[in-house]
């Protein structure tokens, strides 16, 4: 594993500080979270574009069999959404 330096200015830092704190974790698992979860939400807006998706029709959404688990993770908020 590679480290990298990341500038924040003292109030993101001091932001991630209460969070972590709040959410019982480290700012470090914060950023990594955060980066993961970005990371997750551009590969899908990519396959989005090159065309790898499809519409599900009765509530226009769109999804990729590539990124069901991001698909899955939204019918959480809506208990009417059920993929085929």
Same mark, same amino acid.
């Given at each position: 594993?590679?480290?990298?330096? $990341? ?7 001091? #932001?991630? !500080? $209460?969070? &972590?704190?709040?959410? @019982?974790?480290? =700012?470090?698992?914060?950023? !990594?979270?955060?980066? +993961? @979860? ?8 990519? @396959?989005?574009?090159? &065309? &790898?998706? +499809? /519409?599900? @029709? =009765? ?7 590539? /990124?069901? *688990?991001?698909?899955? *993770?939204?019918?959480?908020? #809506?208990? *009417?959404?059920? =993929?085929?």
């Amino acid at each position: 594993m590679t480290s990298k330096a $990341v500038k924040l200015d003292d109030s993101t830092i001091d #932001h991630l !500080k $209460v969070l &972590g704190e709040i959410r @019982q974790r480290s =700012p470090h698992w914060l950023m !990594k979270e955060a980066i +993961r @979860q970005f990371l997750d939400r551009e590969e899908a807006a990519e @396959q989005i574009r090159l &065309g &790898g998706c +499809r /519409t599900y @029709q =009765p509530l226009s959404l769109i999804y990729c069999k590539m /990124t069901l *688990s991001s698909t899955l *993770s939204l019918a959480r908020f #809506h208990e *009417s959404f059920y =993929p085929i």
